[in-house]
Structures are given as structure tokens and as C-alpha cells.
Nanobody, 125 residues
Framework: HVQLVESGGGSVQTGGSLRLSCVVS?????????LGWFRQAPGKEREGVAA???????SYVDSVKGRFTISTDNANNTVYLQMNSLKVEDTAMYYCAADFGPYCSHSYLARKANFWGQGTQVTVS
């Protein structure tokens, strides 16, 4: 079965940077994949942040474009989210997510992801 374990969250000042990591296990690379991140702040709906598919195509929510970058290290089964120029409104619990259907986008993962991790808290102040 698929497992995802996030790390790298923490508390940072506005304008700072943080790099989230997610180790993914239990799936076959030959099947293709959609990997990414969604976040949820208290009292707010789940929001897709970024996604990357097995062809390397990426998708980002408008509010993070130019600031966040999603990437993978396939040799180590890891997906990253580099977050720069952090803002207070980025504060949320961030979840690594995976899906293996025919469609991949940040918003799709937020709504339909079949697997996600326990989350890592990001606090910007």
C-alpha cells in the first residue's frame, strides 16, 4: 500500500524560506503518478498547492506561483516543495498527496487524492 511521510515544516518569519520533503513508498513507478501538496488552515477549505506528474508537468495555485517550486528525486522516492518569500497567509498544515488516475493538477489532488500523509505544520509570522 502507498505511504507518504512529510517533514520539514516549522515556524519562519515573513519573507523566509522552507523546504518540505515527502518520502513516498508502496507504488510502482511504471504505473505513472501524480504527486503534490495541499494545505488546510483552521476554518478554511482544503486548497491544492502544487502537483507534478510522471512526465514532469507541474501545476500551481496562483497564489504561490513564482514563490514555490515542486520537484522530485525519483532515486530516493521523494517529492519536495521549496517555499520562498513566505507570507502569513501561507500558514497551514501541509499534506503530501498522491493519486494514480489519468488526471493530475494541484486542485485535483486537493479534491480527489487517494493517498496523503499526516501533515507538517508551516507557520509564518
Amino acid at each position: 500500500h502507498v505511504q507518504l511521510v512529510e517533514s520539514g515544516g516549522g515556524s519562519v518569519q515573513t519573507g523566509g524560506s522552507l523546504r518540505l520533503s515527502c518520502v513516498v513508498s508502496g507504488y510502482a513507478y511504471s504505473d505513472g503518478y501524480c504527486l503534490g501538496w495541499f494545505r488546510q488552515a483552521p476554518g478554511k477549505e482544503r486548497e491544492g498547492v502544487a502537483a507534478i506528474d510522471s512526465d514532469g508537468a507541474t501545476s500551481y495555485v496562483d497564489s504561490v506561483k513564482g514563490r514555490f517550486t515542486i520537484s522530485t528525486d525519483n532515486a530516493n522516492n521523494t517529492v519536495y516543495l521549496q517555499m520562498n518569500s513566505l507570507k502569513v497567509e501561507d500558514t497551514a498544515m501541509y499534506y503530501c498527496a498522491a493519486d494514480f488516475g489519468p488526471y493530475c493538477s494541484h486542485s485535483y489532488l486537493a479534491r480527489k487524492a487517494n493517498f496523503w500523509g499526516q501533515g507538517t505544520q508551516v507557520t509564518v509570522s
